[in-house]
């Protein structure tokens, strides 16, 4: 398998454009996060879903951004519009396996990031 | 409110000597504990989960423990090598199919 793919790598927009950023998580995978990781606040969670469907987004930071997943094999993060306070590295991950008895979830496979620029 | 607290400093320690870092928690009874590796212009590594009735867990150089009662978890790695040098992230399961990550400490093996 060649592990979660993100695209692009890197995203260089002026303030106020749209940017979208992209996810195809490891196949067979029924959870899938969106976090955003700045030198400030270390690694946060925006959104996670669970079979396609959007289970917790308390983590996102404001309306500006959105997260769908049409399917299992895609993700979107779109930020309209973008801001110089967004620039950070948005990493997706997916993960398989539901801890049985405890609700919990484990190991979650990252993908390389996207390194996002706002001027 | 919840905090993962890791060492804030950079470790510097010699190759073949153990490196020890730690993961302090609060306001927290996670069912398990992870550790990750990230390196620079990388995601995080998976590399243990030990859950909260395990004292301790070992993969090859790695060792984890976990205390319930101090809320801590140590990380060791022995007879370190430069290819160790990253920074490395203990992460809480927080219940709700969350996790969350602490900022990590940056290890640096010199050779």
């Known amino acids: 398998d060649a592990g979660v793919i993100q695209s692009p790598r890197h995203e260089v927009t002026e303030m106020g454009q749209e940017v979208t950023l992209r996810c195809k998580p490891i196949s067979g995978h029924d959870y899938l996060f969106w976090y955003r990781q700045t030198m400030m606040r270390g690694l946060e969670l925006l959104i996670y879903f669970n079979n396609n469907v959007p289970i917790d987004d308390s983590g996102m930071p404001e309306d500006r951004f959105s997260a769908k997943m049409p399917n299992a094999s895609f993700s979107t993060l779109k930020i309209q519009p973008s801001e110089p306070r967004d620039s950070a590295v948005y990493f997706c991950a997916s993960s398989l396996v539901h801890l049985p008895g405890t609700g919990g979830m484990e190991t979650q496979y990252f993908g390389p990031g996207t390194r996002l620029l706002v001027l | 409110s919840q905090k993962i607290e890791q060492n804030s400093e950079a470790l510097n320690i010699q190759e073949g000597k153990t490196a020890t870092l730690t993961c302090n928690y609060t306001?927290?009874?996670?069912?398990?504990l992870q550790w990750y590796r990230q390196d620079p212009g990388r995601g995080p590594v998976f590399l243990l989960l030990?859950?909260?009735?395990?004292k301790e867990k070992r993969k090859e150089r790695l060792k984890v423990t976990f205390d319930t009662t101090l809320k801590q978890s140590l990380f060791h790695i022995t007879a370190s090598q430069p290819a160790d040098s990253a920074t490395y992230l203990c992460a809480l399961d927080t219940g709700g199919f969350k996790t969350i990550f602490g900022a990590g400490t940056r290890l640096f093996v010199k050779a």
């Open positions: 030990i859950r909260e009735n395990e």
């Open positions: 306001n927290y009874s996670p069912a398990y």
